[in-house]
Structures are given as C-alpha cells and as structure tokens.
C-alpha cells in the first residue's frame, strides 16, 4: 500500500480442500486490508486463481505467489517479520514497535519518520515449525485466545495501517461497490450502474 | 463485553459441509473480540460445539445458540441491528454513530454517555434478503472489496469496542495462554505450567 515498503502476507501451510476457504479468505483479506502481495503455499492453486480474478475484476495492484519454499522465505526475507501466533505478545503492546520497525512510526513529531523497511506478515496454517518463533522479528497475539487467522491478520493490518488501508484507492479496477445505507449497487469502470451483481462475495474458494 | 448492553453476533446462513469452519470461525471470533452472544442456525451443531468447548477450556461467559428462526431474530430484536456487507456504508464513516447508538459513544466530555443499548451484529453467510437490509439500523462495509466475513465482523468489533476487549478477563478458563515473545507456555487454572499444547488452533470446526 505504501510505495517505499512493500507489506508481504505469507500463509504457512494449506491441506488442499480442507483450507481452500481459509487460505483465500487470508488471501482476499491481505490485498483488501492493505497489504501488496500474498504468497500461498504451492499447493493452494486454487485460492491462488480466485484471488486473482477478485483483483482482476476489482482492481489492485495485488500481487499473489505461489511457492513451495515457505521455510526459504521467512528465513531469507530482507526486512521485519512477524508471526501472528495466539501464543505471541499482546498486538495492543507490540504494534507500535511493529510500526516504528517498518518506518510507519513516529507520530511523535520530535521523532520523525523511521526508514521504510519490507513488512513480512506470517499467518500459519498447519503446525509452523519452532524456527519461525524464532526468526520472527515479532510473535504477535490478537488475542491469546484461539480464534481465527483470518481475524487476526484482519486487526492486525488495520492496526498496522491505522486505517489509512480503508482509504484505499484501486487501479484497473473493472467494478466498484458504491458504499450506500440501505442497496446494493455496483457500477462498471466507465462508471455507468452494473446493476445487481449477487456473485460478489469473494467466497469460492 | 459490557455488564449495562449485550452484543450479539448473528451468523445468518449455514451450509453443512461447506461452510462449518468458516462458522466456526465466526463465533470463536465473535467470543476472543468481546462479543457476549453468538447465534448460529440450527444445522450448524458442529460449529456450535467446537465454539462451547473452546469457552469450556478456555473461559467466558460466552454464550452460543442454535435457533431456526432467524428472520425473527432479526426483526424482533430490541436493539440496533448493523449488518455487515460489502454493500453498506463504509465503516470509517459509520463507527461512531454505531458507538453512539448503543451507548458506547460520547468522547466528547460535553457530550456524556449515551443510554446503553443492545446491539446484534449480522454476519452473512448464504445471500441474505433483502429485508435484512432494509431492517438493519446499519448496513456496514468493511471495505467494499470482497473479502471474509470473519475478518469483516474482527475489524467491526475492534472498531466497536476501540480495542478495549484486547484488555478482557476470562473467567472460569481451565487454561490461559502466557503472551510472549518467543514460546508457547499454556497455563493451567491453578496456575502451575501445562507445558506445550499444540492443539489449541481453535480450528476443528
């Protein structure tokens, strides 16, 4: 979302038809709350290809990978890590130090802005291997309860970003939801109505 | 959440089969981000037992149902009713007044609290009618990108609650997740280590 940082999702781990869902629903949450980029596992195939159809028909940029070389990744990765595990330190404690590693702190105006630095944000699926605790920069609680990655990685980036990645403009987008109390309205890119268009649920993985 | 104003999470819709974990998910979300009440439709048994069994271990009060009849929940509900769609209003615009009309507004110090009001949040599932739309109180977009309903209802809870249910005591939890930097310490409710457990993904459902 940001020009000089690039904000990566990774999922760890998918187990082909149980988590096809799971793993695009993390998908289509990274690029609608403000990430650039999310890389599956090289077997998520199919997530892979609605989330990029979804970024087809409503706009990026949003980059999804599919790799097999998870471990690789978080290991080499040139920038801050962080690992969103229910057994991680409080995200209401650690966010700012998140913020302020990755060059979006600083709000204090004696502080200035810190060096933009690459953001790679783990979502594990399966077990994760010990060594990504370990290689995390940060292990990061939304909560010390067990609940969903999709809803953690939801909180965190809107914290990570403060909100500005509601703000969001989209490119190349072919339609877009007109925000409305009470309808169901979407028009086309030349921005003529569309009409209804039910399909729109981001929901066929 | 709050002793003076119940929020309850409603998960419209459920297909057996396909849509369990994603339910699942929903109501263990509702629970970690400080939603009292989760009701899930009838056939959603499975969903239902994973999220008591997560309350049992882990602690409350959270309360989950099955009920058949969710139109009438929704219609007859004596409270506000924000309903969660790519369609609605964007949350950035709309959050304080869903604050304010429950109760949970009213920074301003000229202002005061306003009268402490029920408050059920619609997550749906299958497409949902239209007269859901036109009942809510509040059709909100969390985005209005195609995503999770689940990262949806985590982010409106967030907002809702402006992060104070990050900070809520559980009661009656057999086990409690130590926050740290690096590790994995559960412990039990007399306070003495239960070791690693590696089971609590809250990902059965």
Same mark, same amino acid.
């Given at each position: 979302?940001?020009?000089?940082?690039?904000?990566?999702?990774?999922?760890?781990?998918?187990?082909?038809?149980?988590?096809?869902?799971?793993?695009?629903?993390?998908?289509?949450?990274?690029?609608?709350?403000?990430?650039?980029?999310?890389?599956?596992?090289?077997?998520?195939?199919?997530?892979?290809?609605?989330?990029?159809?979804?970024?087809?028909?409503?706009?990026?940029?949003? *980059? %999804?990978? !599919?790799?097999?070389?998870?471990?690789?990744?978080?290991? &080499?990765? /040139?920038?801050?890590? #962080?690992?969103?595990?229910?057994?991680?330190?409080?995200?209401?404690?650690?966010?700012?130090?998140?913020?302020?590693?990755?060059?979006?702190?600083?709000?204090?105006?004696?502080?200035?802005?810190?060096?933009?630095?690459?953001?790679?944000?783990?979502?594990?699926?399966?077990?994760?291997?010990?060594?990504?605790?370990?290689?995390?920069?940060?292990?990061?609680?939304?909560?010390?309860?067990?609940?969903?990655?999709?809803?953690?990685? *939801? %909180?965190? !980036?809107?914290?990570?970003?403060?909100?500005?990645?509601? &703000?969001? /403009?989209?490119?190349? #987008?072919?339609?877009?939801?007109?925000?409305?109390?009470?309808?169901?309205?979407?028009?086309?890119?030349?921005?003529?109505?569309?009409?209804?268009?039910?399909?729109?649920?981001?929901?066929?993985?």
């Amino acid at each position: 979302m940001h020009d000089a940082r690039e904000v990566v999702v990774l999922r760890y781990g998918h187990r082909p038809g149980r988590d096809d869902r799971m793993t695009t629903h993390v998908g289509l949450t990274a690029r609608a709350l403000g990430a650039d980029r999310v890389i599956f596992p090289d077997n998520a195939g199919q997530s892979a290809e609605t989330v990029r159809d979804i970024t087809d028909r409503f706009g990026g940029p949003f *980059a %999804v990978e !599919l790799r097999d070389d998870q471990k690789a990744i978080v290991r &080499d990765f /040139e920038g801050v890590v #962080a690992h969103l595990t229910m057994y991680g330190e409080r995200v209401q404690d650690v966010e700012e130090d998140v913020r302020e590693a990755v060059g979006l702190g600083g709000s204090d105006a004696t502080d200035g802005e810190s060096t933009p630095r690459d953001l790679l944000v783990v979502v594990g699926g399966e077990k994760v291997p010990w060594a990504l605790y370990e290689r995390a920069d940060f292990n990061v609680g939304v909560t010390n309860q067990p609940h969903s990655e999709v809803a953690g990685l *939801a %909180v965190f !980036l809107d914290r990570l970003f403060e909100g500005a990645e509601l &703000d969001r /403009e989209w490119e190349n #987008a072919d339609r877009r939801v007109m925000p409305e109390a009470t309808g169901k309205t979407v028009i086309d890119a030349g921005e003529g109505p569309a009409g209804d268009d039910n399909s729109e649920t981001g929901d066929r993985g």
